[in-house]
T-cell receptor, first 113, second 109 residues
Framework: EPEVTQTPSHQVTQMGQEVILRCVPISNHLYFYWYRQILGQKVEFLVSFYNNEISEKSEIFDDQFSVERPDGSNFTLKIRSTKLEDSAMYFC???????????FGQGTRLTVV | AQRVTQPEKLLSVFKGAPVELKCNYSYSGSPELFWYVQYSRQRLQLLLRHISRESIKGFTADLNKGETSFHLKKPFAQEEDSAMYYCALSSSNTGKLIFGQGTTLQVKP
């Protein structure tokens, strides 16, 4: 069964460093998302991406965040200058045309020290 | 404001007991409601959605627009139902999900 794949599973980075979280969505899906979950809190929407552009973003998704689909298969989330409060589990998800069901990756645990 | 509320962080029941995980939502239009489940060390996966009106693994959920609720029910809990359950609302054309805080269901033998 096709799955959404995220790498790495765990990333530790120093405050102020740039990180790139990678996702390979299901191949025929058209809608892509990033969510995050700070420890002990709810899963929060960050951004949605369709037709090679951002279709919606939350207040959390400020200028330090960016997304890209560089090669038609990978979907990346870049955090330009990480802060301690960026420490969270980051989930990628994708939805196929006409489906409505979001398929999630296993998540990347980002720890900013 | 669009919001999903799951009032219980933890629900602990014995095997064979009925289960009801509560979910209330706040949304002015016609939302689509989902239940997602996360078993230990696994990814979030869809359990059921209100438009399909089907029963998955013995779970059902009915959308009550008057009470703005979408409670998840199962008449007889099994140990393998132990997991984290998230109620979610999809409200926009982009398909983004708004999640509740999640309820951990613990089914004791």
């Amino acid at each position: 069964e096709p799955e959404v794949t995220q790498t790495p599973s765990h990333q530790v980075t120093q405050m102020g460093q740039e990180v790139i979280l990678r996702c390979v969505p299901i191949s025929n899906h058209l809608y892509f998302y990033w969510y995050r979950q700070i420890l002990g809190q709810k899963v929060e929407f960050l951004v949605s991406f369709y037709n090679n552009e951002i279709s919606e973003k939350s207040e959390i998704f400020d200028d330090q965040f960016s997304v890209e689909r560089p090669d038609g298969s990978n979907f990346t989330l870049k955090i330009r200058s990480t802060k301690l409060e960026d420490s969270a589990m980051y989930f990628c998800a994708s939805i196929g045309l006409g489906s409505g069901e979001a398929f999630f990756g296993q998540g990347t645990r980002l720890t900013v020290v | 404001a669009q919001r999903v509320t799951q009032p219980e962080k933890l629900l602990s029941v014995f095997k064979g007991a009925p289960v009801e995980l509560k979910c209330n939502y706040s949304y002015s239009g016609s939302p689509e409601l989902f239940w997602y489940v996360q078993y230990s060390r696994q990814r979030l996966q869809l359990l059921l959605r209100h438009i399909s009106r089907e029963s998955i693994k013995g779970f059902t959920a009915d959308l009550n627009k008057g009470e703005t609720s979408f409670h998840l029910k199962k008449p007889f809990a099994q140990e393998e139902d132990s997991a984290m359950y998230y109620c979610a609302l999809s409200s926009s054309n982009t398909g983004k999900l708004i999640f509740g805080q999640g309820t951990t269901l613990q089914v004791k033998p």
